[in-house]
């Protein structure tokens, strides 16, 4: 599977699992943004880590 179908269902997956929680839970929009920004600045802080930890190896192996 490419790159931009797998793009497409993630974006169709998270339509379908924020309409369902709107449905079921009666949660606002507001409420939806701010958890989705949450994880959005969890997958940011998460991926500099591990950017710098890559980074950190590389720089051990050059030292060697």
């Given at each position: 599977m490419d790159i931009d179908t797998q793009t497409d269902l993630l974006t169709n997956d998270l339509?379908?699992?924020i309409n369902r929680y709107k449905e079921e839970f009666?949660?606002?929009d507001q409420?939806?943004?701010g958890v989705l920004e949450f994880?959005?600045?969890d997958l940011l802080a998460t991926s500099v880590?591990?950017?710098?930890l890559?980074?950190?190896d590389d720089e051990d192996?050059?030292?060697v």
């Open positions: 339509c379908n699992l009666d949660l606002n409420t939806i943004i994880v959005k600045y880590i591990e950017l710098e890559e980074d950190d192996l050059e030292e």
